[in-house]
């Protein structure tokens, strides 16, 4: 339970990385 705990928050962090890494290249673009 706390591996899915952990994986859930650890793909939420990765899922906000990825937006920010997004939003960045379509801001430089």
């Given at each position: ?7 859930s928050?650890?793909?939420?962090l ?12 379509t801001?430089?673009?």
């Open positions: 339970m706390i591996n899915v705990i952990n994986i928050y650890i793909n939420r990765y899922t906000v990385k990825e937006a920010k890494f997004q939003a960045l290249v801001y430089c673009n």
